[in-house]
T-cell receptor, first 110, second 114 residues
Framework: QKEVEQNSGPLSVPEGAIASLNCTYS??????FFWYRQYSGKSPELIMS????GDKEDGRFTAQLNKASQYVSLLIRDSQPSDSATYLC??????????FGQGTTLQVKP | EPEVTQTPSHQVTQMGQEVILRCVPI?????FYWYRQILGQKVEFLVS????????KSEIFDDQFSVERPDGSNFTLKIRSTKLEDSAMYFC????????????FGQGTRLTVV
């Protein structure tokens, strides 16, 4: 069973701090890696994609990928209360379907 | 900004009835997907569709489910005889190029089976 694992949280950080979200995956042939943000009752919103080992930065977000360790992370710098949401890690295999983790709930406290 | 649109936003149906959930993918996208999310659970893959045929389906996508692209813009999910356990949020998604590029989700249809 191909799986994506995340700590469900909640992860609570003060406003302005760095939030660090982690994800591991079981399928070594996974090719593409994504972070989605999901507000309660809403659809997943794509915030980052990463395809190769290393870091990828986009504004306050940095995604990190380590294929040898089968590990993906998302760093959110200068966290804002509006960042409070569930963050979903998703991976694709060669078939293209997205396999989601259960999500980590982030709470940013003013 | 182009977006995936889904209708209706909320559908209530009686057990055993047929429902059709509708989606308009982003216009230049070639890959289409349906996912569902039961309240409090993970987002689960149902089916992927490319070049007017199903490219992959999950164990959830049994004979009660079907998908269709009836014209150049719409992509539909039909559930023939709904069960209580079909109650969930159903999300349509599309991606532009090959199956490993970014997928964008519609706002979802909340299906409630009573």
């Amino acid at each position: 069973q191909k799986e994506v694992e995340q700590n469900s949280g909640p992860l609570s950080v003060p406003e302005g701090a760095i939030a660090s979200l982690n994800c591991t995956y079981s399928d070594r042939v996974s090719q593409s890696f994504f972070w989605y943000r999901q507000y309660s009752g809403k659809s997943p919103e794509l915030i980052m994609s990463i395809y190769s080992n290393g870091d990828k930065e986009d504004g306050r977000f940095t995604a990190q990928l380590n294929k040898a360790s089968q590990y993906v992370s998302l760093l959110i710098r200068d966290s804002q209360p509006s960042d409070s949401a569930t963050y979903l890690c998703a991976v694709t295999s060669n078939t293209g379907k997205l396999i989601f983790g259960q999500g980590t709930t982030l709470q940013v406290k003013p | 900004e182009p977006e995936v649109t889904q209708t209706p936003s909320h559908q209530v149906t009686q057990m055993g009835q047929e429902v059709i959930l509708r989606c308009v993918p982003i216009s230049n996208h070639l890959y289409f997907y349906w996912y569902r999310q039961i309240l409090g659970q993970k987002v689960e893959f149902l089916v992927s569709f490319y070049n007017n045929e199903i490219s992959e389906k999950s164990e959830i996508f049994d004979d009660q489910f079907s998908v269709e692209r009836p014209d150049g813009s719409n992509f539909t999910l039909k559930i023939r005889s709904t069960k209580l356990e079909d109650s969930a949020m159903y999300f349509c998604a599309s991606s532009e190029l090959d199956s490993n590029t970014e997928a964008f989700f519609g706002q979802g249809t909340r299906l409630t089976v009573v």
